[in-house]
């Protein structure tokens, strides 16, 4: 929550069951992803849907032929990419479970978002700004990618553990993070980049989605994924809970010195246009090229708040149109 991330806001509870057995603390799922999330959290989101990413868990033997019995394991996995399955959204009900939604049942902004990650790389990365909220995408990859979360999507695993939030028009769609159980389960020293194959790989690995990436890593190494911030609540829950959880604060502190190593170095903010000296030109605007570093988050006039559309190139170099008096 602190690092901004859309996702859901539970709490502790000490649950107290028929059966003494599973008496203790419990987290209490307050509105989960469901429709008062949704509304809260997006424009117009009661209109939205939300998606579940999952597998099949398929028993692979039996006791007795095919009419015997099926041991829960061993078992195979069948899933599938985010991937053009077709316009019938009942080849998409299966592994993407509609949780939010439901009575609309609608999958057409599902679908659209599906189909554009089949396009080829020249042709996705047109298009994507349009049907993902790829800045939120970074964050929540750099999030897991710093957590150093197992077993979820966006960082090599199974096909699964995170959930979609789709708007009603399908433009923009937001990855929720979810089922986090394996939390710093990466090497401290590991890579910090995301590992997920398939098409959303072709995402990562556009130019400008690569520096955003980093930006967002070395903003929430600054804000969150730190010692500092991080240790006062690790003592507040394992007191809570009464556990102890400070002595993840060495992890952080190591993976928080490794992750610092691998931010491209440093490059010094200059304008290349005309040699960065003065100029003139005929008109109310003037293109204005460049170069920065990961930590440039937008651009804006002197005095406004208004912030100038940019382009980048590749991971250092931008261009901007400003309006001229």
Known sequence: NRAGVPCMYDDLVYFIPPTTVHTGTSILQMASYGSVFTESQFENGANGSVFNYDITYDPSSSTGGREG??????????????????????????????RTGRRRDDFSGWINFCQVLSLPADELEQQIDEWMDVDEWMRYSALMALCGIGDTFILGGLQHNIRFYVPEDGRGVAALPWDMDFVFSSGATSSVRPTATGNVRKVFSIPRNERLYW???????????????????LDHYGTVVGQRFTSQTSYIRSRSTAVNRQIPDEIPFEVTTNGGNNFE???????IKGKGWVNIREFRLAGSDESLSV???????????????
Do not use: C
């Not at 078992?75 to 009900?93: A, N, P, S």
């Open 281 to 287: 030109v005929e008109g109310t605007y003037a293109e």
């Open 215 to 233: 930006g967002h890593v070395h903003d929430l190494l600054n804000t969150t994924f730190n010692e500092d911030y991080m240790a006062p609540w």
């Open 69 to 98: 019995l099926k041991p829960p394991v061993p078992f195979q996995h069948i899933g599938t990419d985010l991937r053009d399955l077709g316009d019938d959204k009942e080849q998409y009900r299966a592994p993407f479970e509609l």
């Open 311 to 325: 382009s980048w190139a590749d991971d250092e170099s931008w261009t901007v149109a400003g309006p001229l008096r």
